[in-house]
C-alpha cells in the first residue's frame, strides 16, 4: 500500500431514516499511524457514521474504501475482515465467559483437530501478553462479570488488539475510567499509532483530543461541518464547530430568590455507597446541578430519593417534614417526581399512547368508581401536548412513535398533569437535539419559578454550566463540594468531581468545554 | 373490536363455514349448545390465565389446581356433607389463596412465574393424588342433595347452558375490569414496561400479584363447573393439559406471552376457536387421534398469519408515517 | 453447586416421610404396581389389605404411577428391584414392548401380571380378566339390548392399550354375523371432560345412533350423563364396563342396559396370596395354562341393588 494513500476513505455518506435524516455528504479520510478525533453533539450523527463503518446499517449514498478497496455493502464481518475493530461506550462483553475467551471470541485457537475441541492453554498464551502491554492488573482467566467498567474497557481494546485491526475506533473510551486508567489510555494510542494503526477516538472531553488527536472533524446534525488540523486544536475552536454558539447564553436566572424548606437531605445512605452519607439542600424556587462521574452516586441518590432503591439511613425531609419513603408510590404521594435517566426503559410505557403515559401516574384522578374516564384523560393530556409543544399527530399515537425529545416532554407531562413540589432530573437532555434542549431548559426554569424545587443531575458540563443556579459535585458517593454560580468553571466542577486528591492531570484538565 | 379479534373472528367464520358445509349438523341446535356449554367451562379459566399473561406472567398450575380443588370440593359435598354454597365459597376462596401464593412468590421473591406455577402443577397434582389415595372422587353414592347446585353448574337457563351465561358474566366483568377500570390499566402498563410503571408510582407488586389473585379465583370458578361437568374426579388425570388449553386459547386471542397485550374479546374467541376445533372432529369423523394435530396446526396457521399481518402493517405505517421515527440513538 | 444442594433439601424431607423404607428391610414386601389411579383400583386395594391381614409377616404396598406412561412404570419397577423386594404383581402399561423389564424383574422377584397380561415374559402367573372374552361378554349384551340390531359407537381413553384392543376384538367377535355395526370408536386420551364432549357430539351428529358402549371405567358414567343431558335415555341404549358409581346409579335407573364388571378385588387378593404362596414353595395353585382368569360378571337391573352395596362397603372403609 502506498504511504499516502489511506487507510479509510468515506465519501459523499448520506442516511435517511423515515422523517429524518441522519448524516448527509460526510467525507472522512484516515491515514496509517493517525489519530482522527471525531466530535460533535449527541445526535449529531457521530453513532450513525459508527454504524455504518461496523457495517451494522448501511448508507443511503456515498462509498466506502478501506485499505483502497471499495465495499458497495459493508456487512459486519466484512468490516471486521476488513481489519476494523470497535470499543463501545456501551460494552459488547459477554460477561459470563472468562477474559480470554471474550478477546479471542469468534477466533479461539482450537486443538484436537476434527473435534474442534477449545484450547484454553493457547488462548491464555496469548490473551496474557496484550492484557500485559495494557498495563491491565487482571489476568486471562478472570470473569469479565467481575472486572470493573473501566477493566471492561481494557478487555474490549484488548479484543481490538487481538483482531490485529488496523482501524480502531474509541467511541467515549474514558467516559467510566479513572484518571489514571485515562491516562494509561492515552499512552496507549499513541502507542499504537507509532504501530502504524489508525485511530478514529470519539469523545466529549475534549483534553483528551487535545492530547492525543492528529486532526479533527466535527458533525453537527448530521454534516460534516469544518475540520481542524493538529496546530488549530483547541477548546474553543472544538466547541464553536460543535455547537457554533455562545456557551453561557443557555442560563436564564431566576425570578427571584429561592425560598426556604425544599427537600433536605442530612446523611443519607444509598446501596451504591452504603458507608458515605450525603447531605444535600434542594431550594424551591432553584435548579441545583449535581455533577460527578459516572458512577459517583448521582443516580443512586435520585432513585433513593424516589423510592427505587431503599435508603440504607438517613433523613429526607420535605418542607421541614420527615419522609419515609421506600416505595415510588410514596415519593409520588409527597410530590417528589424523577425523570429518569432512561426514558425508554423507565420514563415511558413505550407501546401505550400519549394519553395513556400522560394520566398513568395519577390515573384514579381521573376514575370514578374506579373505572377511567377517558373523556377527562384526553382533555388533561391535550392540554400537556398543547403547553409542551409535544410534536404528535394526536395524543392517541403511542409513545415510542416520537422522537427523543418529545418522548422527554411526554414525561414531563406525566409530572406536570400533577402537583410537582421536588423534581428529580436525570440526564434530562440526553439523546436530544438543540432545540428540544432549549425547550426543556425553558420549563425546568419555569418549574423552578413556580417555587418546585429542581434537581438536576448531568455530565453534560455544558449543561450543569449554563442552567443550574448552585452546582453539587459527588464524588464516592458523597457530595465533595457546592459551588454557588460565580464560582462556576469546569475546572471547578472537575477538580471536586475527581476528589480534589489529585493534581491536575494535563491529559484531563479542562476535559469538558 | 381490534383488527386482531375481527381476524379471529373471520377465522372462526371460515372454519365454521367449512365445517357446516361438511356437515350441516354442525349448526344444529344441540351441537352448538353442547359447544356453548364447553366454551363457557374453557372461557372462564382461560379469561384468567389471559390476566396473568398480560402481566408478562403465565399459570401453568391450573390444571392441577382443578384436579387437587375438585377432589376438595367432592369430598366437602359427598363426606362432609357441607351445604353446597359453603362448600363453593371454601373451592373459591382456596382458589384465590393459590392464586395469591404464586403471586407473592412472583412478586415477593422474585421467582419466574413459569417456574413457581411449573412447582404448582406438580405439587397440586401431587397432593390431589396422595389426598384421595389415587381413587377417583365422584357423585356416584352422594348422599345430599345437589340439585341446586348441579343445575347451577351444568343446566340450562332458557335453554342456555349456565356455564356459558356464567362465562358471559364473567367475561363482562373482566372487559370492565380489563379495558376500563384503573387496575387494568395498569395492568397493560405493568405487562409492557414494569420498570416504568414502578416509575409512575404504581405499586407494581400489588398489580402483579392482583393478577394471579384473579386468575385464581376464577381457576376455582372453573373448578366447580368441571366437576360437575364430569361428575367425577380422577385426581391422576383431571384437568390435564387444562392450562395449555388456556394458553393456547389466550395466544389464540391476541395476548403476548411477553405481556402487555390481549383483550378479553379475544381470549374468548381464542377459546371458542379451540372448542370448534375440537367439535369438529367428531362432527366430521376425523379420527379421534388427530385431534390434538388438528388444533396445533391451527393455532399454527392462526399465529403465523396474525405475525405476518402485524409486521405487513408496521410497515404500512412506518412508510406512512409523516412523524419522525425516534432517530436512532447516540 | 450451591443450587444443587439446595434441591437436596426438599429430596431429603421427602425422604424422611417415608420411614416404611427402613421397616422393610425387616419384612418381605410384596408390591402390587398398577397403571394408572382409578376406583378400581382402589378396590384391588382392598384386596390386597384382606391378604395382608391373613399374612402380615409380609408388607404389602400399592404403587400408583404418577402418569399413565410404560417409562414411568418402568421406574418404579427398577425402583422396586433396587429395594429388592420379594415379589412383583403389575399391570404392564405395555406388556408386549416391555419383556425385557419384566424378565429382569421375574429374574430378581417373583413376578405376577394383573389386569393385562404378558406372556411373552417370565412372569410366574397372569391373574385377571380375560378381555377378550370380557369383550365377548359385553358383546353379548349389545345384542340382547338391540335384538334387531342398529348403530352402536364406542368410547375409550387410548386405543394403543391392551385391554382396548382386546376387549374391541372380543366385542368384534360377539357380533360378527350379527345387525349391529359399529360405526366408530372416540378416544379421549383419558381426559373426561372430553369423553364427555365425544359422546355429546356423536349424540348431536348421529341422531339414529341405537347404542353407546363405554370400554374404560370412566366412559360409561360419561355416556350416562351426556345421554340424560340430550334427553336421548328412552332411544338411545348404554352397555358399559367397570363398577363406577354413577354407571351402577344408570343401571339401577335403567338408563345403562348393563355393565360388564371385572372383579379387582380378586385381582389384589388372589396377587397377593399367590405371591405369599410361591414364596413359601407352594406351586399347586399354578395351572398349566399359567392364566388363572377371574371371571367377569354382568350387572343389569336384577343384581345391581346389592352389588351397589357392596361397593360402598368396599370404597367406604378407608
Known amino acids: ?513 | 373490536m381490534s383488527k386482531k379479534e375481527l381476524g379471529l373472528g373471520l377465522l372462526l367464520i371460515v372454519i365454521g363455514g367449512i365445517t357446516a358445509a361438511l356437515n350441516p349438523l354442525f349448526l344444529s341446535g344441540t351441537n352448538l349448545l353442547n359447544m356453548a356449554n364447553l366454551i363457557g367451562l374453557f372461557g372462564v379459566f382461560s379469561i384468567g390465565q389471559g390476566i396473568i399473561i398480560i402481566t408478562g406472567g403465565i399459570d401453568l398450575s391450573v390444571g392441577s389446581m382443578f384436579a387437587l380443588l375438585g377432589v376438595i370440593l367432592v369430598d366437602l359435598l359427598v363426606n362432609f356433607e357441607l351445604p353446597w354454597p359453603l362448600a363453593v365459597l371454601v373451592i373459591l376462596a382456596a382458589g384465590v389463596a393459590l392464586g395469591l401464593l404464586h403471586g407473592l412468590l412472583v412478586t415477593r421473591l422474585r421467582l419466574q412465574p413459569f417456574v413457581v406455577t411449573l412447582c404448582g402443577l406438580l405439587i397440586y397434582r401431587g397432593i390431589a393424588r396422595y389426598y384421595t389415595q389415587d381413587g377417583t372422587m365422584g357423585f356416584g353414592y352422594a348422599a345430599g342433595d345437589l340439585d341446586t347446585l348441579t343445575w347451577l353448574a351444568s343446566g340450562r337457563s332458557f335453554g342456555v347452558p349456565n356455564p356459558f351465561i356464567i362465562l358471559l358474566v364473567v367475561a363482562a366483568c373482566m372487559a370492565v375490569l380489563l379495558h376500563r377500570s384503573v387496575f387494568g390499566r395498569y395492568l397493560y402498563a405493568v405487562g409492557r414496561n414494569e420498570e416504568a410503571a414502578r416509575h409512575s408510582g404504581i405499586r407494581t407488586n400489588a398489580v402483579i400479584a392482583g393478577a394471579y389473585l384473579i386468575g385464581g379465583g376464577l381457576a376455582g370458578l372453573s373448578t366447580v363447573l368441571l366437576v360437575f361437568y364430569t361428575s367425577s374426579v380422577s385426581p391422576s388425570s383431571f384437568g390435564n393439559f387444562y392450562e395449555l388449553y388456556a394458553i393456547a386459547a389466550a395466544v389464540l386471542g391476541g395476548c403476548s406471552l411477553r405481556g402487555g397485550e390481549g383483550s378479553i374479546l379475544g381470549i374468548v374467541l381464542g377459546t371458542v376457536l379451540l372448542q370448534i376445533l375440537q367439535n369438529l372432529v367428531n362432527i366430521l369423523g376425523i379420527p379421534s387421534s388427530l385431534n390434538f394435530a388438528v388444533m396445533g396446526s391451527v393455532i399454527l396457521l392462526g399465529v403465523i398469519a396474525d405475525q405476518q399481518l402485524s409486521r405487513r402493517k408496521q410497515v404500512g405505517a412506518l412508510s406512512r408515517s409523516p412523524a419522525p421515527v425516534a432517530s436512532p440513538a447516540e | ?318
Open chain 1, 1 to 513: 500500500m502506498a504511504p499516502d494513500l489511506p487507510l479509510l476513505e468515506l465519501e459523499g455518506i448520506g442516511k435517511s431514516y423515515p422523517g429524518v435524516r441522519a448524516l448527509d455528504g460526510v467525507d472522512l479520510r484516515l491515514h496509517a499511524g493517525e489519530v482522527l478525533g471525531l466530535v460533535g453533539e449527541n445526535g449529531a450523527g457521530k453513532s450513525t457514521l459508527m454504524k455504518i463503518l461496523g457495517g451494522v446499517v448501511p448508507p443511503s449514498e456515498g462509498r466506502v474504501r478501506i485499505g483502497g478497496r471499495e465495499y458497495p455493502a459493508l456487512t459486519v464481518s466484512e468490516a471486521g475482515a476488513a481489519g476494523i475493530a470497535f470499543v463501545h461506550q456501551e460494552l459488547n462483553l459477554f460477561d459470563n465467559l472468562d477474559v480470554a475467551s471474550n478477546v479471542l471470541f469468534g477466533r479461539e485457537p482450537l486443538r484436537g483437530g476434527p473435534l474442534r475441541l477449545l484450547d484454553r492453554a493457547a488462548a491464555r498464551a496469548r490473551v496474557a501478553p496484550l492484557l500485559q502491554r495494557l498495563g491491565a492488573d487482571f489476568g486471562p482467566d478472570a470473569r469479565v462479570a467481575e472486572l470493573s467498567i473501566a477493566q471492561r474497557q481494557l478487555v474490549e481494546i484488548a479484543k481490538a488488539l487481538a483482531a490485529e485491526a488496523r482501524i480502531i475506533i474509541l467511541d467515549e473510551p474514558t467516559s467510566s475510567l479513572t484518571l489514571s486508567e485515562t491516562a494509561r489510555l492515552l499512552s496507549l494510542v499513541h502507542e499504537l499509532r507509532a504501530g502504524g494503526t489508525g485511530v478514529i477516538y470519539i469523545t466529549h472531553r475534549l483534553g483528551e483530543i487535545i492530547d492525543c488527536a492528529d486532526r479533527v472533524v466535527c458533525l453537527r446534525d448530521g454534516r460534516m461541518v469544518g475540520a481542524l488540523a493538529r496546530e488549530e486544536i483547541s477548546h474553543a475552536a472544538m466547541i464553536r464547530l460543535m455547537i457554533g454558539r455562545d456557551l453561557r447564553s443557555l442560563y436564564t436566572p431566576p425570578a427571584r430568590a429561592p425560598g426556604e424548606g425544599g427537600l433536605e437531605l442530612r446523611g443519607l445512605r444509598t446501596t451504591a455507597f452504603p458507608e458515605r452519607a450525603v447531605d444535600l439542600h434542594i431550594r424551591p424556587g432553584e435548579i441545583l446541578g449535581l455533577a460527578g462521574l459516572v458512577g459517583s452516586g448521582r443516580t443512586s441518590l435520585a432513585r433513593t430519593l424516589f423510592g427505587i432503591d431503599p435508603a440504607l439511613g438517613g433523613d429526607i425531609r420535605l418542607h421541614g417534614k420527615a419522609l419515609r419513603i421506600t416505595e415510588p408510590a410514596q415519593a409520588v404521594a409527597a410530590g417528589i417526581y424523577l425523570v429518569p435517566e432512561d426514558r425508554k426503559a423507565a420514563g415511558l410505557v413505550l407501546d401505550l399512547s400519549i394519553v395513556q403515559n400522560v394520566t398513568l401516574a395519577n390515573l384514579p384522578a381521573y376514575a370514578r368508581l374506579g373505572l377511567v374516564d377517558r373523556a377527562r384523560e384526553e382533555v388533561a393530556s391535550e392540554a400537556q401536548r398543547q403547553s409542551l409543544h409535544i410534536k404528535a399527530p394526536s395524543c392517541a399515537v403511542k409513545a415510542g412513535t416520537l422522537s427523543g425529545g418529545n418522548q422527554q416532554k411526554v414525561v414531563l407531562g406525566k409530572w406536570l398533569s400533577m402537583s410537582p413540589r421536588v423534581m428529580l432530573f436525570d440526564e434530562p437532555t440526553r439523546g436530544i437535539d438543540v432545540g428540544a434542549r432549549g425547550e426543556i431548559y425553558a420549563l425546568m426554569r419555569k418549574l423552578a419559578d413556580s417555587g418546585v424545587a429542581i434537581l438536576m443531575i448531568s455530565s453534560d458540563m455544558e449543561e450543569v454550566i449554563g442552567v443550574s443556579d448552585r452546582i453539587a459535585v459527588m464524588h464516592e458517593g458523597r457530595v465533595s463540594g457546592m459551588l454557588e454560580r460565580n464560582a462556576f468553571s469546569e475546572q471547578a466542577v472537575l477538580r471536586l468531581a475527581i476528589g480534589q486528591t489529585e493534581e491536575t492531570h494535563a491529559g484531563t484538565e479542562a476535559a469538558h468545554p
Open chain 3, 1 to 318: 453447586m450451591k443450587r444443587r444442594s439446595l434441591l437436596a433439601a426438599p429430596a431429603a424431607l421427602a425422604l424422611a416421610g417415608a420411614p416404611r423404607i427402613l421397616h422393610a428391610q425387616e419384612k418381605k414386601t410384596l408390591a402390587f404396581v398398577v397403571n394408572v389411579s382409578a376406583d378400581f383400583w382402589t378396590i384391588a386395594r382392598r384386596g390386597i389389605e384382606k391378604a395382608n391381614r391373613e399374612h402380615p409377616e409380609f408388607n404389602m404396598e400399592m404403587i400408583v404411577p404418577g402418569q399413565a406412561s410404560a417409562a414411568e412404570q418402568r421406574r418404579i419397577v427398577d425402583e422396586l428391584l433396587a429395594r429388592k423386594v420379594a415379589g412383583i404383581a403389575i399391570s404392564a402399561i405395555n406388556p408386549g414392548n416391555s419383556t425385557e423389564m419384566l424378565n429382569r424383574a421375574a429374574s430378581q422377584a417373583v413376578l405376577f401380571t394383573t389386569d393385562s397380561d404378558a406372556p411373552a415374559s417370565n412372569r410366574v402367573v397372569y391373574i385377571g380378566t380375560d378381555n377378550v372374552a370380557a369383550g365377548r361378554e359385553a358383546g353379548a349384551q349389545m345384542k340382547k339390548a338391540l335384538p334387531s340390531g342398529g348403530k352402536a359407537m364406542l368410547f375409550v381413553g387410548t386405543m394403543d392399550a391392551d385391554n382396548a384392543r382386546e376387549r374391541v376384538q372380543g366385542i368384534r367377535e360377539a357380533l360378527q354375523g350379527g345387525n349391529i355395526e359399529i360405526v366408530d370408536i372416540r378416544t379421549d386420551e383419558s381426559d373426561m371432560a372430553r369423553a364427555k364432549r365425544n359422546v355429546e357430539d356423536v349424540l348431536a351428529r348421529y341422531a339414529d345412533i341405537d347404542l353407546l358402549v363405554g370400554l374404560w371405567a370412566y366412559n360409561t358414567p360419561q355416556i350416562y350423563q351426556a345421554v340424560k343431558g340430550a334427553g336421548r335415555e328412552n332411544r338411545v341404549k348404554i352397555v358399559g364396563f367397570d363398577e363406577d358409581g354413577l354407571t351402577l346409579r344408570g343401571v339401577a335407573d335403567g338408563t345403562i342396559y348393563s355393565t360388564v364388571v371385572q372383579q379387582p378385588f380378586e385381582f389384589g387378593y388372589q396377587s397377593m396370596v399367590g405371591m405369599v404362596k410361591y414364596l413359601n414353595n407352594d406351586r399347586s395353585f399354578i395351572p398349566a395354562s399359567k392364566q388363572i382368569i377371574i371371571p367377569t360378571r354382568i350387572i343389569d337391573k336384577s343384581n345391581v341393588e346389592e352389588f351397589q352395596k357392596q361397593m360402598r362397603d368396599l370404597l367406604r372403609t378407608r
